[in-house]
């Protein structure tokens, strides 16, 4: 179906891509069109291993093969370069482009049996909730989707950490999956202040977005579990069915308009539990989610960049 020009979501072990031949600029059209995404934000190309990056690029500093080497195949994307033979819409029209080597094994064995790279950004609507499941990814996309491969819910749950190598400091475009200190065991000179940029605004990188990960309800942040029960209670009272998002070390009831759900209080087991947790959220039909905001801890850095991008208002 690849080779025809169809789309086909895959599973990785961050969340569930909308993979399309990254060498075929009609087959990359398919992808924007199918997300509703716009044309200038760029997609993440996925190849088996640092060579397969290589032919796709312009240049490869010295630090991408020293990441490459410590977190491939994994959840970490590389901006370098693009090479003249990667048409510059699967790049978003800019002259760099996002790599990564997926760690899971039907991602590989697509990737392998189609014997070129694919581009995969989530299976989802534009500014949409990640799919980890397949049900998601359905849910979503519908027959926009021409085949979803199932291969059950996805390990990490929060997308790739992304780096962009170009320049004399290396510097995280988006938090995730890979912390910032296991990064800055290989570059230590990392700048790891990822910043937003406007919908309309050129990236190098996906998830860049001011708003961005977001349920179709209106998230809230709470600065407390007590500010996130005050404020679930208040839009309660008000008429609207609200979704309470807290960490398993708080006692929570469910019970009238407000649906509970209790994530792991560690940051790996919250992160991989938070899209699902969403996606029940808005299934059950609530128009409001209230979630107790992620520690201010470097562990949480990546579910805090979610919550936060989900939580604004474009």
Known sequence: MLRRGRLVALPTETVY????????????????????????????????????????????????????????????T???????????????GGDSIALRAPSHAVARAVIEAL???????????YQGLSPTTAAHVV????????????A??????????VVDVRGAT??????????????????????????AVASSAPRASPGMGLRHYAPRAQLHLAASVEAARS?????????????????????????????VRVLPADAEGYARALYGALHELDDAGVGAIVVHEAPAEEAWWAVADRLRRASQRE
């Open 17 to 76: 891509g909308l993979a399309a031949r990254a060498l075929d600029p009609s087959s990359v059209a398919r992808i924007f069109a199918a997300k509703g995404r716009p044309t200038h934000h760029p997609l993440i190309v996925h190849v088996l291993d640092e060579d397969g990056a290589r032919a796709l690029a312009a240049s490869w500093p010295a630090r991408a093969s020293a990441l490459a080497q410590a977190f491939w195949p994994g959840p970490l």
């Open 139 to 150: 849910k979503e996309l519908g027959a926009a989707a021409d085949l979803v491969l199932d």
């Open 170 to 195: 290396a510097r995280v475009l988006r938090p995730g999956a890979i912390s910032s200190a296991a990064l800055r065991a290989v570059v230590p000179e990392l700048d790891a202040g990822a910043a």
């Open 231 to 259: 404020q679930s209670a208040e839009l309660a009272a008000g008429g609207t069915r609200v979704g309470l998002v807290v960490r398993e070390a708080s006692k929570q009831t469910t019970g009238g308009s407000i649906v």
């Open 152 to 161: 059950g819910p996805c390990h990490a749950g929060i997308e790739s950490t």
């Open 115 to 125: 014997g070129e790279p694919v581009a995969a950004p989530s299976a989802n609507r």
């Open 78 to 92: 590389l901006v370098v370069e693009r090479a003249p033979r990667l048409d510059a819409a699967v790049a978003g």
